[in-house]
C-alpha cells in the first residue's frame, strides 16, 4: 500500500470537485496551513457571498423602499431564488419549500400545525441525546399543550453498550406506543455521533401508527441525498448555516409535504407574508393562506441573510448533491483510515463511535480518545486543526466535499499523531 500523503495527492488529482475549494474563503491561522474540518458546525464563506450582499446593499442605496421592486432581484418575491435548489437539496417540489426565521423558531411553528395532541395522542417519540434545543422545543410544546413531558416525550436511547440507535428498535417503540402517539420528530443525522436515520423507514412506522412525521436536519441539509417528497415526511426544517454554508445565523429552511400544502384548516400561526400575494398589500383583514411552505411565512424576507445563502446554493447546484455525496463518502472513509493509522503509530485507542455502513452516515465521524479526549482537542486546535468538541468526550471531524480535500483529511492524520503521543 502507498504512505497515505501519496495517496491523498492521488485522490486530490482525480477529484473533480476539488475546482471548489477555491470558492471559499479559509480563516487565517497563526500556523502555515488550516485544516478546517467544522463545516457541520459553521460553513465557510463562499467568496461569491460578499458580491450578492454588496449587490444587495448598492440596491438598497440606489432604490431604497424602490428596491422590493426594482432591484436587480427584488426583495418582494427574494425567497422564490432560494426554491429551487434548496427544494433539490432535500428531494421536494418547489411548492414545499421555502426559506424563513431560523431553525428552532420553524421547529415551534411547523408544531404548531403538526403536533396536535389530544387527551388520547399526545406523545412524541425523539432520539435521546437530541440537540438541545429541540429538546427544549419538544418540552416546552409538550408544555404548551398542558401535558407533561415525563410521560409525553419517548425519548430512545442505543442498547446498553451500543452508540447508535438500531432502526428496527425505533420501529418497535414507535409500534408500542401507536395509539398514544401524535408526533415522531427525529434528526435526519444526530449531531453527536453522526448517525443517518433511516428516514423512509421511520416516516412510514409514524404513520402506520397514525401519527405525523418530522424532522430536523441542522445536519442532514447539504450534507446527505434526501426524498423527503418521496419518503412521504409531513414536514421537515434545517439551518443554512452548517453544510449550507450560509453564514451565522443565517436564514433557516423548511418543507411542508405536497400533500398539507391546501389543507387550510390546519391551525398555524400566521403573518402576512404567508398571505395571498396577490392581496398582501390592500392590506386586507383577512389572512388567506398562500398553497405550500409559502404559507407558512410571517415576515417578509430577510434579503440580508439570503443573500449570503444565494451564493451559496448557486455552488451546490454546479456541484450538485450526488457527486458531492460520492466524494464525502470517499473522503471520510480515507479519514477513518487516516484515524486509525495515527491511533496504532502511538499504540493509542481511538474509537469512532459514528456506523462504518454508507447508508448510515454522512460527512462526520465524532471520536472518542479515552481520557484524554479534551487534550488532543485541544493539541488540535492550537495547531491549525478545527474540530469540535461535544461534552461529555467526542472531538467531531466533518471533511465537507465542497472544499475539503484529501490532503486535509492527510494533515488531520499526522495532527492527530502528534497530539496522541504519549505524554512525558
Ligand atoms: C445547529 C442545530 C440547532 C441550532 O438551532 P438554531 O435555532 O439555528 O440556533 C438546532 N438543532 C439542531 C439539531 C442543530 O444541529
Redo the contacts with the bound molecule.
Sequence with gaps: MKPLKIRARELDDKDELARFRQSFHFPHTEVDQCVYLTG??LGLQPKRAAEILNEELEDWARYGVEGHFHARRPWVSYHENLIATAAEIVGAKPIEVVHMN??????HLLMVSFYRPTVERYKIICEAK?????QYALDSQILFHGFDPETALIELSPRPGEHNLREEDIEAAIEEHGDELALVFF?GV??YTGQVFDMERITRAGHRAGATVGF?L??AAGNIPMHLHDWQVDFATW?T??YLNSGP?SV?GIFVHEKHAEQYDLPRFAGWWGSDKESRFKMNRVFKPLPGAEGWQLSNAPVFSMAPHLASLEIFAEAGMDRLRQKSLDLSDFAREVIEAAAASQGVDVEIITPTDPKRRGCQLSLVVHGRGREVFDYLQSHGAYTDWREPNVIRIAPVPLYNSFEDVYLFGELLGQALKPQA
Design positions: 457541520n458546525s431560523s431553525l428552532t423558531t420553524d421547529i437530541a440537540f438541545p434545543s429541540d434528526g444526530n449531531y430536523d441542522a445536519h439551518c448555516y452548517k445565523g433557516g
